[in-house]
Nanobody, 127 residues
Framework: QVPLVESGGGSVQAGGSLRLSCAVS??????MAWFRQAPGKEREGIAT???????NYADSVKGRFTISQDNTKNTLYLQMSNLKPEDTAMYYC???????????????????????WGQGTQVTVSS
């Protein structure tokens, strides 16, 4: 069984919105996160959520993106608003245990600290 499966990507015009979903089938995760990777660029951590609910965002998406989780549905979400062409990338959800936890009440955005990854979903924003 694939541990994480993303959906909800697509093409949208600048200023539009999308909601990504990630079906989660690995449990006891301290940290859940969304990353993105544009062609020729490194994978960037953009939003994390600690098991007790504290969230953390990259400056590039703060105020526009919201990470949330519905534990009753075992689903992680990323609500994206006011999308910009520079948001175009493959988006991945990730799950991590204590390696992804900072120890200070929030989760890290370092890809190497996460254990499980989805296959990605493409988001394309046109100007």
């Amino acid at each position: 069984q694939v541990p994480l499966v993303e959906s909800g990507g697509g093409s949208v015009q600048a200023g539009g919105s999308l909601r990504l979903s990630c079906a989660v089938s690995v449990y006891s995760n301290l940290c859940m996160a969304w990353f993105r990777q544009a062609p020729g660029k490194e994978r960037e951590g953009i939003a994390t959520v600690y098991s007790v609910g504290r969230t953390n965002y990259a400056d590039s998406v703060k105020g526009r993106f919201t990470i949330s989780q519905d534990n009753t549905k075992n689903t992680l979400y990323l609500q994206m608003s006011n999308l910009k062409p520079e948001d175009t990338a493959m988006y991945y959800c990730a799950a991590g245990t204590n390696r992804a936890y900072s120890g200070y009440g929030y989760c890290l955005t370092t890809a190497q600290t996460y254990t499980y990854w989805g296959q990605g979903t493409q988001v394309t924003v046109s100007s």
